[in-house]
């Protein structure tokens, strides 16, 4: 339900040419086959009653107020379940309809509450508004028995329950089946008895996974969304972007001046189509938390207090301190992080700022430690550092690989679209330590589930390849049509060698061979085979080379270059796509290109009025090793919180003590910020206009919804250090950085604010020859001209067991929090899920004494932490996982410096480990507490809850 | 720049590497991924321990490539 309404056509929109015409009250119209007579009344300005029909959902036709005469036809059908022939005349207003909606409504309002003047839902009622339409009067059924005292269920902490005002329309449990996949609702008893549940406990102890799209699909107050009860009705919308994951869903920003009152999915948003997770959909309430810090701070040593100053002040010194440290230790001394969390114009002037007015190439961004081996691995093999599809390509797929991605906990609004496709017939397969919720969940279930011991993607790939290529399963023409043939016939060499067999490769996977016989032949032989990857892919030794397996696997199978194929990485943060493509990665500036072009950098050179070195800088890794060397004094963070998402916590706290500058700029006192000596407040989402990237190259806006609660948005802070280093950028709104980029990026060009605002999104790579964008890459030839297969050798990681430390520790994500938490814990989403745990098999647990819950020590080679354990046979003998939203849990305390060989991007998923019963936090849990307990006294007075 | 990390980092690339037959081809790859992607303090670095130990632990294909860099 919109509170400021948008178009409901009643039913879902048809694809395909409009070659059915019909009359509706005399009026003609023509719509695609398929389409239903409530959707072409719609469609030609007619709207006929309706409660349990929304365009959001297929038609159920059970309310019976949207009955139709049909000449010709006996009786009255439903309109919402009746499709258009050629030729139909409708009617939907006479007598005998009225007659008989104003019986069917009389029979409803008999059971509901008369309570509209103090409802939430008031003015925005869907029952109250058909009640007005069908002209009911009166309500003869008086006395009876009613649901009217039904108790309401407000566990839930964002939304509330109420069954008195319930209809039993089933909008809400069609929403949970049909849109989310969840199937938690369901309609208990027959009859007058019938009752919406959510399995008859409450919400909060339920299957529900908080979507929102019951509530959104609710016609009355039944379900309402708590801050709409406690600030009533929105007066206006924004359309912007979550700021949460890389699916990148449009929201619409519904208001009360600047006051948001709900986040509700847009019907129109590409990625979307009017989905939403518990994420986006309701936990926005950080971007006001009380420990928001507004102010600009600085002081001289991390021991001192800070003190607040005016952002003139606190620019000032930052660039003075830029300017000292470069004279005294030499101009790449310093550099600077940009976030994917920020826009794509953010990022874009971050690195502007250290190409040109720091003048060194030392920048990074945090697809370092996610997804820069997916940059590689895709730039050598297809030629674009970027997946090939959009999400809506795998309504066409036939067999959907998943590896090393959880889909529903990390990318949940692109995974109910995918389990809408398996619950259709696609066939699944899941290659996975852990048995994810997709490998069986309601209706889905992988035809296939690899559970591989981490650290073996690579020998999964190659032998799934082996296979292929060995049973003759390979696309040969594509191949011979598309990519390189000497490297082909290399590379077939290679794999088609005996090592590479499943059978050969089970010892070291833990995979049964046969299992990956039957997964390559099921990849191979279907019509559209896509393959979904994540982090599980990307972080470890051999991120790179796990990627350019992927891509051969697509190539030798002909699976790319049309709808229903490719290779899909699922970015983890919403602009990891964008901040990659602005030039973030030390080596390359925007659009991948790499430093050491002359010409390139004399593109730049021209545009903005300075020498851009021709080396390739820092990675952020890099950057920690030669602060702990002393080579590098100076950082700028925006965005980001080093100090908790990158590995081994320990070195990186060394190399971020060893800095004679951090500068940090961010919505709260990070753990990367209690090393700060400038802390720069920084602007939510809802502050600033902008654009983010998401996974499938798509451009989203971000609007500004009220005014930065620091008086300046990000970009507007990195202008005027750059201001301050003597290099003022000029710029008055964020689209003109757009135009720039558009200028410099010949896969931007010609993107605009116009544009996007006129075309909702757009999918780069935009040229003159695809100006509204590319949805499908490499369609008639790759980027890189012909596709090149690569050597992939499987590389065991020297992170190996042994008796000291006999078990596997692999990290990872879960629905509720997002990346290092800094905003779902100031969330209610902790109700979810309110610390890190570690699970742990039974056997392992038992082993080891380890009850469910108990308080456990995880020691690795580089540290040690205390958390809880949860015993559960989600995760393989022999392996541990836990997650890192919560800084005291120390996960990255015990991670490694391992790297990717190509792009040092972290071994986060294999750290071998030992895990033994605790009664006390680790020695580093002791200093964290004594150390978070010292920064939050030095904080101004009054500020010391931050 | 920690001689030892870098060691491990430019082997780990030469392993990458070493699955490809043209030995002559194998050394350029290394050579150049070092070229485009370390920090010219890192280059080096890891130059100063090749001069320093003779390459000590590195692959051979790893010090061929620096070799290479050497030109």
Known sequence: MYSVKEPDHGTPARQGEATVTVTIDGHAVTVPPGTSVMRAASLAGVQ???????????????????????????????????????????????????????????????????????????????????AGVVGLREVRYQGGATHTDAAKDTSNPYFVFDPAKCIVCSRCVR??????????????????????????????????????????????????????????????????????????????????????????????????????????????????HADRITTPMIRRSIH?????????????????????????????AVGGITSSRCTNEETYLVQKLVRAAFGTNNVDTCA??????????????????????????????????????????????????????????????????????????????AAYHLQLRPGTNVAVINALAHVIVTEGLAKEDFVRARCEGPAYETWKAFISDPRHAPEAMEAHTGVPAAAIRGAARLYASVPNGAIYYGLGVTEHSQGSTMVMGIANLAMVTGNLGRRGVGVNPLRGQNNVQGSCDMGSFPHELPGYRHVSDPAVRALFDAAWGVTVQPEPGLRIPNMFDAAVD??????????????????????VARALESLECLIVQDLFLNETAKYAHVFLPGASFLEKDGTFTNAERRINRVRKVMEPKAGKADWEATCALAAALGYPMHYDHPSQIMDEIARLTPTFTGVSYAKLDRLGSLQWPCNDAAPDGTPTMHVDRFVRGQGRFMLTEYVPTDERTTRKFPLLLTTG??????NVGAQTRRTDNVAWHAEDRLEIHPADAELRGIADGATVELESRVGKTVLRAHVTERIQPGVVYTTFHHPGSGANVVTTDNSDWATNCPEYKVTAVQVRPATQPSEWQARFHAQAAEQLGLLPRGREEA | MDARKLVKMANDIARFFEAEPDRAAAVAGVAGHLQRFWEPRMRKALLAHVEATGGADLRPLTLDAVQALRG
């Open chain 1, 175 to 288: 929403a949970c089946e049909d849109l989310q996949g969840t199937f938690a609702l369901t309609v208990l008893g027959r009859g007058f008895d019938s009752v919406i549940s959510p399995g008859k406990t409450a919400f909060l102890s339920s299957e529900c996974v908080s979507c929102g799209a019951c509530v959104q699909a609710c016609p009355t107050a039944t379900l309402t969304e708590k801050s709409l009860v406690a600030h009533g009705q929105p007066d206006h919308v924004v359309k912007t972007t979550c700021a949460y994951c890389g699916v990148g869903c449009s929201f619409r920003a519904e208001l009360k001046g600047d006051q948001v009152v709900r986040m509700v999915p847009d019907k129109d948003g590409g990625a979307n189509h009017g989905h939403s997770c518990v994420k986006g959909r309701f936990a926005w309430g950080y971007a006001t």
């Open chain 1, 813 to 818: 994500r879960i629905l509720t929090q997002y």
């Open chain 1, 48 to 130: 006929v009653p309706k409660l349990c029909a929304t365009d959001t959902l297929e038609a159920f036709g059970s309310c019976r107020l949207c009955l139709v005469e049909i000449e010709g036809r006996r009786g009255y059908p439903a309109s919402c379940t009746t499709t258009v022939a050629p030729g139909m005349k409708v009617r939907t207003q006479t007598p005998k309809l009225a007659q008989l909606r104003r019986g069917v409504m009389e029979l409803y309002i008999s059971d509901h509450p008369l309570d509209c003047l103090t409802c939430t839902a008031n003015g925005n009622c869907e029952l109250q508004e058909q």
């Open chain 1, 630 to 651: 002393g080579s590098f004094k100076a950082l700028y963070v925006q965005g980001e919180d080093v100090a908790q998402s990158d590995p081994d916590t320990q070195h």
């Open chain 1, 368 to 445: 370092r430690v996610c997804h820069s081996p997916t940059g590689y691995g895709l730039k050598q093999t297809l030629g674009e550092s970027a997946g090939t599809q959009d999400f809506d390509s795998v309504d066409d797929a036939d067999c959907v690989v998943v590896i090393g991605a959880n889909p529903t906990d990390a990318h949940p609004v692109f995974a109910s679209h995918l389990k809408q496709r398996l619950r259709q017939g696609a066939k699944l397969i899941v290659i996975d330590p852990r048995v994810i919720d997709l490998v069986r969940g309601p209706h889905v279930e």
């Open chain 1, 304 to 332: 001192d207090p800070w003190q607040v100053v005016t952002w003139d002040e606190a620019i000032a010194h930052a660039a003075a301190e830029i300017r000292r440290i470069q004279a005294t230790y030499g101009r790449d």
